[in-house]
Nanobody
Framework: QVQLVESGGGLVQAGDSLRPSCAAS????????VGWFRQAPGKEREFVAS????????YYADSVKGRFTISRDDAKNTVYLRMGSLKPEDTAVYYC????????????????WGQGAQVTVSS
């Protein structure tokens, strides 16, 4: 069973960039489809981005398309989320997620969750 640990969250200003990462242990990341979700206070957890096992297909929520980039380094067992042109509405806890058998597109497709990393964007 894979364990996922996020790091690299923080407090930034609007327009800044941030690149949180997700380190996997207890399993080989290369066999998992992985992705990122986020949950803002008082809101449902929502899909942000995902990348397939081979790393040749990526998927994004409309709200982050063109600003965020998901990538993976299987040699380091790590997934990254490059976040650019950050907005106050991007403020949320960001969760790493994984599933061995299906590409992540929504909460129901997730088998494993990380503990989350706070990202706060000030205006």
């Amino acid at each position: 069973q894979v364990q996922l640990v996020e790091s690299g969250g923080g407090l930034v200003q609007a327009g800044d960039s941030l690149r949180p990462s997700c380190a996997a242990s207890g399993g080989t990341l290369s066999i998992y489809h992985v992705g990122w979700f986020r949950q803002a206070p008082g809101k449902e957890r929502e899909f942000v981005a995902s990348i397939n096992r081979g790393g040749d297909s990526t998927y994004y929520a409309d709200s982050v398309k063109g600003r965020f980039t998901i990538s993976r380094d299987d040699a380091k067992n790590t997934v990254y989320l490059r976040m650019g042109s950050l907005k106050p509405e991007d403020t949320a806890v960001y969760y790493c997620a994984a599933n061995r058998f299906i590409v992540l597109t929504g909460k129901s497709s997730v088998r494993y969750w990380g503990q989350g990393a706070q990202v706060t964007v000030s205006s």
